[in-house]
Structure formats: structure tokens, C-alpha cells
């Protein structure tokens, strides 16, 4: 989506202006010696005849600009550096090509997705998955096609991708090609330590943010803020607060729902201009919508992103800035599912308020890391087993499992090269590489369609600052509970989350809790009561809040969704009988989500070669 580099390896002449090169609407072309580029006009780009860098995201060295900071990047890289130092920040992905050399590298999570493909006659390194195949028509990838179907992920776990000889990187790594070799480099540096929590940790981190918005985003003129009533998109304003800047803030709902109204009540009070955009109509979109997010994209899942590209579409800036919440929670721990679950919230928190005790950890030793990787390999191979037979009415035969088992077990092989003392930051590790590395970063690029998005507590050096602390000094959210109370972030602190919108997130810690507990243990009910009475017993939630129902009986969206499975070779009937006992409240009334990935795999199935 972003760009394309295509290099052909063949003796004598190639002409390059018959590549059928499909990037996207706006793409830029350059012919340069014994290469091809095209890039879209987003994308931060250093090209002449003979090299190129181009790259996903942004980086800064030290407190120079953008196309500075690149080629100081430039620099590192032909030597080799990596890990890059501490005078770099950012979140990015990209490539470079010099003196026959090539360098693909990505920041220590690679949320901008990258992919190459290498043969004895071409190199090809592209950030969209359409835009090789438009050039190459490599074949389809089943077993992937498979786990892009898959819970709990929906995403490949290695190197493989969708299409056959098509590969992307690990996290943190730099590949660099020179002569048929290729040597591997990896950045390591997110998780080097698990040390203890201390008792100014809150004001740390905040002081850390503080500086790192203050360096990032001085220059910046416009601003668009995604504003949730939730605690991570609050970090980044808290952030921008901090530092003198006002953002236009853009939140998804409607104005009686409470995840609109706290962050309406906010701009009204600071004076600050709104968005409060309805995502309903976009779950399930029509077939010509899906065409053009995968095609350019490869990244159909939370369509509701869609919405905002339909809302500023005709914007007079071009590319703005668009700022989201930490999606990998790495200030709360809560991505590590053995930590997540309810029934272990509530012991953890009445042994704490009786007894004081905090959380313990599990220190990791080598049985526990095989006991969790064979737990994970045969969860998805048991949900990829049901996939097949029910959706594809396939058996999934030796092959298939191999090739899914050899993707998985290259992420474990990754994770092996960090050292994290106790088994929680192993599955946390495992949490931000699988949903927090793939299906993340499809949101990223959903928005990157008419924005230049951005997730500013990723940055290289928060994120090697905070997950060198163990989750027992992030769990939950008793440390931003804290930080919301430092003086330079007690405004955004003084008004209620979602979760709680009874009391300022900033108040007494355990009053919150309580009030969330309440609070959802009675979503819980009205939620069982309207699902058992069929919609009879209307109430779903003590605060009115997003209407899951309404997205499955939207005007549409049932035709759309079958529409987007015709002629796959998907077997639709389970997954419409699904959709339809959702909308009609004879099941749990789960978000559509998770039918969004049989779409996108659909697309795949269609036009991708067999």
C-alpha cells in the first residue's frame, strides 16, 4: 500500500514500464537503473537512479525532521547498526537498496506490515500483498488462507503470508541481501529485563511520554486524535495536553452513547473540535468496498475504521496525522490472557484489598515455554481442523498442519532470542507479536487509505523503556490509575472512562474498581436476560452503549456479508446461520468481528491463484 520496489535479476535488458504495478490509486513510479519504485505520495521517500529508501511510519534521530532522521537511519543501516540506538525513536517499516545491496527492516513489533519475495530472477519488496501478486501472480498459500480464518488471532504467527514464496519479517528484524546471501539481525531490545515496578514509576513514565510528544510532534500543525472513552487513546492526550497541543478529536459512536459522550464532554470543556462519527452501516460493507480495502489494504477486520474514511474523505488536508490508543496495552498488561480473565481479576483484587499481597509472577524456565507452545500449537490446529470442515468442507490433511505448525514454531523460535524471567512476559511477548503485530496493524493500514497513521506509545523508545518492566509493575490499571493523578495529566485524569462512568478515572483506585466490577457484572445480566428472552427483555446495559445487534440488522449487511463469500469456495450456510442467530438474539450477541476474517480470506480465495 504504501510502496514497491521491484528489482529484475535477469542478464540484459528488462523493460520496466510493462510491470503491471498495482499500489494504489495515487501511486508515484520511478524508472531508476536496474530497479522500479512506486510509492504513495504519503510515504517518506529518498530515491534517485541508483538507490532507494522507503519506508512505512516515521523515525527521528535525536530531535531532527523527518527526511533527516531518514537518512541518518540510511546511515545505520549500510553498516549495519542494528539495534538502532537510543537517538532513534519511531514506529516503522521499510527498505533500502544500495550499491546491489538490499535492506528490509521493521521496529521491534512491525505493525507496518512489509513483505519480499526473492528468486534467481527478480527481488521484490512491497507493503502490499495485491501489489506483488499484480507483478509475480504467485500462488495462493492455503494453510495461511487457513489461519487468516483462525481464532484466536486471525493472522499467520511467521514468516508466511497468503501467498506461496512470499514472505514477511519477524519482529525487530533487519535482512540484509547482497549476492544471493542473505544474514539476519535482530532487535531484541523491548524485553532485555523484567525489573520491578518502583515507587515513582508512574511519574517516569509520564515524564517519558511528555518528552517523547514534546520531540515527535512539535511541528506538527494538524493533528486528528481517535478518542474512545476508554484509558489508551487518553494516554495520547494526555500526551499532547502536556505539551501545549490542541488535536482535533474523532470518535467512533453516537452522542448518547457513553463511549461518545466522556470524550464529547471533554472537547466541549477544553474547547476543542469533535467528530462523533457512527461506525454502524460499516461491519459488513459491500462487495465493491472489499474490493478496493484488500486489494490496496490486505486488511479488512475492523471495518469500522471504514467510517472515518468515508467521513474525511473530502478533507482539504492531504495524508493528516491520526493518532491511536496503545493498542498493545503495554501500560496495563492486558494482553497476557492467563491475567485477563475475570475470575482471576477477582481474586487477585479481594486478596489485595484484605491482605495487600501483590501480584505474583511465574518464573519462566524451559518446560513451562514447551507446555505453552504445545497449548497454543493445538488450540489452532483444533480451530483450523473445525475451519476447514465446516467452511470449506475440506479435511486438513499432513501437509497443511505441517506448514501451519512450521509457522507457528518460527514465532516461538523468535521468542527464544529474548530472555524474559517470568512466564507472563513470555505470553505477553507471544500476545504483541500474534494480535498485536498482524491484526493491529491492519488497522493501521485500513486508515492509511487517506491518513498518516500513527500509534505514538509504540515508539521505539517507550517501548523499550516500558516493557522492560515486568507486567507485575503494569498490571492492570493501578499504574495509569497513578499517572492520570501527576499534575500534568490530572485534566484528562478528572474525567470518567467508560468502564466506570460513575467516578474521574484519577480517583481512589479501589472505589473505580469497585464501580467497574458493578458496572459489568450487571452488563452481564441484562446482557444473559436479553439474549434468553429473545429481545424481550430490551435493557443490554446499565449505560447505553454501543448496540452490537444493530450491526447485524443494519439495512444490508446480511446480504452483504454472503455476497463477500459467494464464489470462494467457502461454504456460507453455518457461518449465515451464525449471523442470523446473532441478529435475531437466539445467541450471545457477539461483535461481528470475528466473521470479518472469512471476508477477507474469501478475497483471497477469489482472486488470488490456486
Known amino acids: 500500500m504504501d510502496f514497491l520496489l ?10 520496466y514500464t510493462k510491470l503491471n504495478i498495482d499500489l494504489c490509486t495515487d501511486q508515484i513510479v520511478y524508472y531508476g537503473h536496474k530497479f522500479v519504485v512506486a510509492w504513495r505520495p504519503s510515504t ?10 522507503l519506508m512505512s511510519g516515521r523515525v527521528q534521530y535525536k530531535k531532527e525532521g523527518t527526511n533527516t532522521s531518514a537518512k541518518f537511519l540510511g546511515k545505520h543501516l549500510e553498516s549495519d547498526r542494528w539495534p538502532l540506538d537510543d537517538n532513534f525513536t519511531g514506529c516503522f517499516s521499510g527498505v533500502m537498496f544500495k550499491e546491489d545491496t538490499i535492506r528490509i527492516f521493521t521496529d521491534p513489533i512491525g505493525l507496518f506490515h512489509l513483505y519480499y519475495s526473492f528468486s534467481d530472477q527478480y527481488i521484490i519488496v512491497a507493503s502490499n500483498l495485491n501489489a506483488i501478486h499484480s507483478i509475480i501472480d504467485a500462488q495462493i498459500n492455503k494453510s495461511a488462507v487457513l489461519l487468516e480464518m483462525t481464532s484466536p488471532e486471525f ?4 514468516r508466511s503470508t ?12 533487519l535482512l540484509v541481501c547482497n549476492d544471493g546471501k542473505i544474514r539476519r539481525l535482530f ?23 511528555n518528552a517523547e510528544f514534546k520531540d515527535f510532534y512539535s511541528d506538527q500543525e494538524t493533528l486528528i486524535l481517535s478518542m474512545s472513552g476508554g484509558v489508551d487513546s487518553r494516554v495520547n492526550f494526555a500526551g499532547l495536553l502536556a505539551n501545549g497541543k490542541k488535536p482535533h478529536m474523532s470518535n467512533f459512536g453516537k452522542p448518547e452513547y457513553i463511549d461518545s459522550k466522556i470524550p464529547n464532554k471533554i472537547a466541549r470543556d477544553l474547547n476543542l473540535p469533535i467528530d462523533i462519527i457512527d461506525p454502524t452501516g460499516h461491519l459488513f460493507p459491500p462487495q465493491a468496498v472489499i474490493n478496493e480495502v484488500v486489494k490496496e489494504t490486505d486488511s479488512l477486520y475492523v471495518n469500522q475504521w471504514l467510517a472515518l474514511i468515508e467521513f474525511y474523505k473530502n478533507q482539504s488536508s492531504v495524508y493528516p496525522l491520526f493518532l491511536l490508543g496503545d493498542m498493545c496495552d503495554i501500560f496495563r498488561s492486558k494482553g497476557i490472557y492467563s491475567l485477563k480473565t475475570r475470575k482471576f481479576r477477582q481474586s487477585h483484587y479481594i486478596r489485595k484489598f484484605f491482605t495487600g499481597r501483590d501480584l505474583s509472577l511465574i518464573p519462566l524456565d524451559e518446560q513451562k515455554k514447551r507446555n505453552f507452545t504445545v497449548k497454543q500449537r493445538d488450540i489452532i490446529i483444533t480451530s483450523v481442523k473445525s475451519i476447514s470442515t465446516n467452511f470449506l468442507k475440506n479435511s ?12 507457528l514454531y518460527e514465532l516461538f523460535e523468535h521468542l527464544d532470542r529474548y530472555n524474559p524471567s517470568y512466564m507472563e512476559s513470555f505470553e505477553e511477548l507471544f500476545g504483541i507479536f500474534t494480535h498485536g503485530r498482524r491484526s493491529m496493524g491492519k488497522q493501521l493500514n485500513i486508515l492509511k487509505m487517506i491518513f498518516t497513521p500513527e500509534i505514538p506509545v509504540l515508539n521505539l523508545r517507550i517501548l523499550r523503556h516500558v516493557l522492560n518492566y515486568s507486567p507485575a509493575a503494569r498490571y492492570s490499571d493501578e499504574l495509569t490509575n497513578r499517572m492520570f493523578r501527576n499534575p500534568a495529566w490530572c485534566v484528562p ?31 452481564q445480566v441484562l446482557l444473559k436476560l436479553s439474549v434468553a428472552t429473545k429481545g424481550k427483555f430490551k435493557r443490554q446495559r446499565v449505560v447505553k452503549s454501543r448496540d452490537i445487534l444493530s450491526e447485524y440488522q443494519f439495512p444490508g449487511a446480511r446480504e452483504n456479508f454472503f455476497g463477500s463469500l459467494t464464489g470462494s469456495g467457502i461454504d456460507a450456510s453455518k457461518l449465515l446461520q451464525l449471523f442470523d ?29 490456486n
Open 44 to 53: 517518506i521517500n529518498i530515491v534517485d537512479e541508483h538507490s532507494v529508501f
Open 396 to 407: 486438513v490433511n499432513n501437509e497443511l498442519i505441517a506448514d501451519i505448525e512450521a509457522d
Open 493 to 523: 485524569g478528572n474525567y470518567p472512562t467508560a468502564q466506570n462512568p460513575f467516578l474521574s478515572y484519577n480517583s481512589n483506585f479501589w472505589l473505580m474498581m469497585l464501580g467497574w466490577y458493578f458496572r459489568s457484572s450487571a452488563d
Open 162 to 173: 497468503v501467498l506461496k514464496n512470499v514472505y514477511t519479517l519477524m519482529p525487530g528484524e
Open 6 to 15: 521491484y528489482q529484475n535479476l535477469k542478464a540484459g535488458e528488462f523493460d
Open 187 to 209: 532487535d531484541t531490545t523491548i524485553k532485555i529485563d523484567d525489573k520491578p515496578g518502583t515507587k515513582n514509576l508512574h511519574d517516569e513514565f509520564v515524564d517519558l511520554i
Open 155 to 158: 493472522s499467520q504467527y511467521g
Open 581 to 609: 442467530d446473532r441478529s435475531e438474539r437466539h445467541t450471545w450477541p457477539l461483535s461481528g468481528q470475528d466473521l470479518v476474517p472469512y471476508a477477507q480470506a474469501a478475497w483471497y480465495l477469489t482472486h488470488f491463484r
